[in-house]
């Protein structure tokens, strides 16, 4: 398979055969791919093999394929099977037909916000971070791209490659600064800081995501990356109903809780914002959350 050309060569990886390219990246490509004997349809996560002779790439995307086999919760992407090649290893994991949350704040004309199933989605979302934290990992990269959904509402968060323990004890005292990663518009002071992972930094991550899923931007914009990140340590972010009028009081409040510069003045866990999130609606006119699920229960 030349996963470092657009043109396939061999139509065969392992025991998959090609079927089509699904997301051509800048260190691997995911396919779709066909199980030979069951004909069962997965999607195959392939490092390039112009990255497989980089140590930290080759570590990193080992990393994210072990962890994809351990995690086990219905709304994060399963990773069934991983064979260590020599020069190109991959990983092949459920094929999750859908899209991710960047798609209708960017090109909304194309990919509508599925505004009746957003609640929904959100609350998926927070279950599946909830049990990576049960688990003692933090995700380090929560963002609407690694979140994906489908016309059901169904949900699964996905890339784990820069997922990290939770630092406690003796090993958070001598385990040295974690590097700067994640994606700019959503990373927590703390870990703009590099300091030791917690879950809390997913909490500030998921309500950047939270925000720009309501107002269809994010909280903060700048010309340049350090500016970017200078506004995530000290600017206050301004209301999300100041960018979106219909947003309720109390997911505005709820939201703006999730993204204060202090850790210790965010929501305790993702557990409590389920709790919270569960009752309240996202915007003026949508239906009762709490009648949603009695209907479910009946």
Known sequence: MATDLNTVSDDRIGGYRYVRTIHPGATSVVMEVLQEGTQRRFALKQLLASRAEDRDEYKAFMHEAKLGMDLRHPNLI??????????QPFFVMELFMG????????????YPMPRKQLHRIIQQAASGLAYIHDRGWVHRDVKPENILFNKSGEVRVIDYALARRTSTGLFKIFEGKPPRQGTKSYM????????????SADIYSFGITCYELACGRPPFRANSSQELL???????PSPLVSHNK???SEYNDLVLRMIQKKPAD?????????????????????????????????
């Open 78 to 87: 399963r990773v069934h099977e991983l064979v260590k090649d020599g020069t």
């Open 246 to 248: 219909s947003v309720t």
């Open 188 to 199: 927590a002071p703390e870990q703009i800081r590099c300091e030791s992972p917690s879950p």
């Open 230 to 236: 200078e506004k995530h340590l000290s600017e206050r």
């Open 99 to 110: 899209y991710h949350l960047k798609m209708p704040i960017a090109r909304p004309s194309i």
């Open 266 to 298: 965010r929501l305790a866990s993702m557990h409590e914002f389920m709790t919270r999130f569960r009752t309240i609606r996202i915007f003026k006119d949508d239906p009762d959350p709490s009648e949603g699920r009695m209907d479910m229960l009946g």
